[in-house]
């Protein structure tokens, strides 16, 4: 009999599931609403009899008794809060309406099940009680990756006067009452994507950018309950912004603990003017849920951005080995030079060799240079193409480091446009490395870049750019522009900013591109929905980078991470820098002139290393056995989809400290995750010669149940291991 019962509950929660699959949006009658699933979660709306549209749930309890759930005791909380009414809430939209009302009062028009780029939406359509004012809200769902997408448009359907948006959200979500903890990166530079965690009480916490740049508050946030804050296992929320101009994340916590949260562009010192007739679309609130605590939600997050937001075209292509000249040469290039180092890079394995800073007209230094997008003749009498066929017959790809955003005082194009970089008149403007920055909301300015990198792509052949984006905003006027289009330059500088680099990617598809902003000061899925790779930190020191490289991993898939070997390092070694930069998409740095033929032959062995474990480190699943954060040793390993092998990455920061504190690094054994139980694996230690190599063949389950002696002994040490199921 219970057999039966089994059987029979098997087949609901497969048929329910499989339901789940094809159509996740489902309509309910009681109560009146919508109920959205995702493999893990469920996301449930109804109307109240007011014409409310309100957020019942969010959350695992997808099979469960959602049905006939109320919104007890949580009346004040709408899908779209907006300001108007009471202020008990934190409002994702306020507006002023031509006659100087600044109080919104929504009610329920229609909800649709729409298809947007072959996913299934909600659509649910609200209108101001007497304002012209039409609100969109749409939850799209990513079943394969199990996540959802919200964002809402506005639109003015009146037909005279403009409504002034003074602040959209891209979207709110609530959490029963419960202790939370949030868990969130921040950072400056040489010190990106630090963790930190913080308990939420009662009142509200702010995460924000103001000025263009991410340290402070890279957009990604994780929510679980303090008591069942699991790494592995227990309940987490997580979600992050489509969108790399200034952004706000507001955690705010009833006296009984519900949470709100809210988040979309900061419209600090901003507004939006909507014309009759015409919409404004938020950018993408991203929100997943798991139940396999902080390594579910950060594996969740990496397969959406790497699977659903990254640029198609190189999505599932093996990111290139690369040597970037930057560290070796700084400003001072020269082709004699960078060939003798590409004949260094080409022996050693490397596929793409890019000059960074330094190559165009008059940049002797960072004083001067920036906007002037030609080849310096002084440097390169020849142009860059001589240099490049001989960099493309060694096998070697060709890249170049641009800044668009930015115009030193000292460049023709200043003198010559002083007016197109932000101001204000009567205030001084502000340098910062010696830079301003252009106001890329005009269109002239758009225009000329435009035109200075098609130019220089359509005439070199270049096949990746490193876009850098070296100073935070300040004074950011727009004198030239009409009174009520002054405030809205942040965003329409972004809308430019994005069309720029659409553009350039339409024109020249075959060119990969990497977001830099002073080391990792852009890595937003904005971003990387048009960008192929993010340059991590402008710090190289490998026992640095395995905090930054942790932290960015929280959120970010490694094959977007990139990780330079260079001469920056203390107390370890050429291989131990190796073994850090390869869990992620490796590259060089160094002074090649200066490498004997000992770091040749490292080099050599590391980067053939890396790139037969590369399809494992770019497109396996990451598990963070060891965090940096927490013991004196770290660990990471990563997964191939089915499971048939598995590459580890073990490193020793401080190993007197590890053997003697039990508390923090527990046994010596290392449990592995993510083998399948039944499999019989191969081990092998890497560095290690074959007949000396430790036993080994064990099962999944022995490998993740008791686990592998930690290989390694001494500071600064580490060791990779290749698994692979016989
Ligand atoms: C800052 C970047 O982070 C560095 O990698 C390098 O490209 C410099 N800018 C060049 O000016």
Redesign the pocket.
Known sequence: MKNIIGIFLISILVSVGLQAQTNPIKETSSPKGWLIQTKSSAYQITVDEKGNVLPLFYGGDALSDLKGRKASGRERIYEVPVRGGFANKTPALEVVFPDLVRDIDLEFVKAEIIDIDQRKALAITQKDRFYPLLVISYIRVIPETDILEKWIEVKNTGKKGNIRIENLQSGSIFLPGNAYLLTHQAGQWGHEFMLKEDLLTPGIKTLQSRDFKAFDAPSWFMIQPKDRAGKFSGPAWFGALQYSGNRRTDFDVSYMNELQIVTGINFWDTWWNLEPGKTFATPKFVIGYTENGSEGAAQQMSAYVRKNILPEKFRDKLRPVLY?S?YATTFYVSEEQQLKLAQVAKDAGVEMFVI??GWFKGRVN?HAGLGDWTVDKNKFPNGLNPMIEKINAMGMDFGL?I?PEMVNPNSDLYRAHPDWAFHFPNRTRREWRHQLMLNLAREDVYQYLLKSYTDLLSQNNIKFI?W?H?RALSEPGWPDAPADKQREVRIRYIENLYRLIDELRNRFPDVWFES????GGRPDIGMLSRMDQV?TS?NTDPLDRLFIQYGYLSALPANTMVAWVTDHIQNTSLEFTFDVMMSGVLGIGNDLSKWGDTEKKIAKEKIALYKEIRPLVQQGTAHRLISPFEDYRSAIEYVAEDASSAVVFCYNLADFLARSRPDTSGSNLLQLRGLDDNKEYRIEYCGIPADQQPQNTFTGRYLQEVGIGWPIKGEGKSRIIKIKAD
């Open positions: 970037n930057w960074d800073d960072d480091w800044e490193k850098d070296n830099c902003s002073s080391g340059w402008d």
